[in-house]
């Protein structure tokens, strides 16, 4: 069983930084894409980030320039940092990855850590 444990989530005052990490342990699966997704209240989750095994990336374009999408596949975890946070960033990040376990790909969610942007 696969499980991603997501960290870092926390209260920022706008303009500040943090960095979420995802991490998928065991040795008994190869990763591809991994992603961070948001859902603010009263909103629908929505894509954030995501970077390929190849290390190709992709933003939205209200991240971009701001939010850094990185991965470590030895330790087979994925990290968003997030510089110059705003109010509207204010939501519980999802990390999300393809996964294979043996022959078998399938779809993994963490369970999402809050990042609250507020003075």
């Known amino acids: 069983q696969v499980q991603l444990v997501e960290s870092g989530g926390a209260l920022v005052q706008p303009g500040g930084s943090l960095r979420l990490s995802c991490a998928a342990p065991?040795?008994?699966?190869?990763?591809?894409?991994m992603r961070w997704f948001r859902q603010a209240p009263g909103k629908e989750r929505e894509f954030v980030a995501r970077q390929t095994s190849g290390g190709s990336t992709n933003y939205r374009d209200s991240v971009k320039g701001r939010f850094t999408i990185s991965r470590d596949n030895v330790k087979n975890t994925v990290y968003l940092q997030m510089n110059s946070l705003k109010p509207e960033d204010t939501a519980v990040y999802y990390c999300n990855a393809d996964i294979f376990v043996g022959r078998v790909l399938d779809n993994y969610w963490g369970q999402g850590t809050q990042v609250t942007v507020s003075s």
């Open positions: 065991g040795s008994f699966f190869s990763i591809n894409s």
